[in-house]
């Protein structure tokens, strides 16, 4: 029987596209393969490659200076990347709203002057500082932002407007919301929140920034050579690129990011709307800043927050378990979390907290 999985990452994905997966797994485009075993100097697969691209750039409206990149490592390896692709004066602006921004700015530290120009651990990261407030460093290379913290559950209202490049880890959020890439000079995406299972990095750069990478920076960090070679410098990650072509080709179907965005913000209203109004369930996160992507939320006793995660469940909602820095709950209500699912967690909760007042 199929949950309703609310994971952070890996997460969910769509009944449809894993059916269509499965049926393609032993025989994939006619090779008599899985897509799992063919070359990835296969025609078949390079296919792949150039389709997958094409939807990235046809659903973000990426401009044509802009290289659309498959690499591995994750996000965390893009911490290092950023700095060795783009530190080439030595400093740079870092905007620190959770735990990833954090680690970002520690990496950047490795390789230059790392700026922490905005913090807001100060209230456990359940804010934005005001990005028109900031004292951003003249000559800056880039300034970095997180633009959806996953684990304490905020995301940007509004961007940074400044004179550096903007660099963003969209990694939860992306493909969730509008976003104007050209205002960006890097953006990059751990695939396994949002997109496809884990193994995939997107990488979405302006090509005229990433043309002289720090002589320190190795070959398969260096995004012009994976530029360059159309993401087939070395084996990609073959299989979760071609689950997220899957995947993209459902979200077209489906009327793309302006569609799937109002979907996304319909569901996340009804369970803040839920939280707002329960005497038991409580989300610390300031209103204007609030994730449409990750919803955390505690009862205040860590009890029965732990019989809340047991019995959700057994009924079927799965991976409600909040981050070990944060506690509680945290539901993941990414682009495969369907309305129906957000509901039946509702109802549960309703349920729970009638049970356990």
Known sequence: MRVYNFSAGPSAISSEVLKKAR???????????????????????????KETESLVRELLRVPEDYCVIFVQGGASTQFAAVPLNLMRNGKADYIVTGNFAKKAWQE??????????????DKLYSYIPDVDKLEYTEGADYVHITSNNTIFGSRYSKYPNCKAPLVA?????????????????????????????????????KRSLIQEPLKICPTMLKWKVQDENG?????????????AGLVLKELKEKGGVEAIQQINEYKAKLLYDFIDGSALYKNCVEPEFRS?????????NAEL???????????????????????GM???????????????????MKKFETENK
């Open 23 to 49: 049926d393609e797994f032993l025989d994939f485009a006619g090779t008599g393969m899985s897509v799992t075993e063919i070359s990835h100097r296969d025609k078949a697969f390079e296919a792949v490659v």
């Open 108 to 121: 950047g530290l490795i390789y230059g002057d790392a700026v922490k120009i905005g913090d807001s651990s």
């Open 169 to 205: 880890d969209m990694s939860s959020e992306i493909f969730s919301r509008n976003t104007d890439v050209s205002k960006f000079g890097v953006i990059y995406a751990g695939a396994q929140k949002n997109l496809a299972p884990a193994g995939l990095t997107i990488v979405i750069a």
């Open 231 to 243: 993401s087939l410098y070395n084996t990609p990650p073959a299989f979760p690129i071609y689950m």
């Open 330 to 348: 945290r539901a993941s209500i990414y682009n495969a979390m369907p309305v129906e699912g957000v509901k039946a967690l509702i109802n549960f």
């Open 292 to 300: 449409i992507m990750n919803v955390p939320f505690v009862t205040g």
């Open 305 to 327: 927050d732990a019989k809340f995660i047991s019995e959700a469940k057994q009924a079927g909602l799965v991976s409600l378990k909040g981050h070990r820095l944060v506690g």
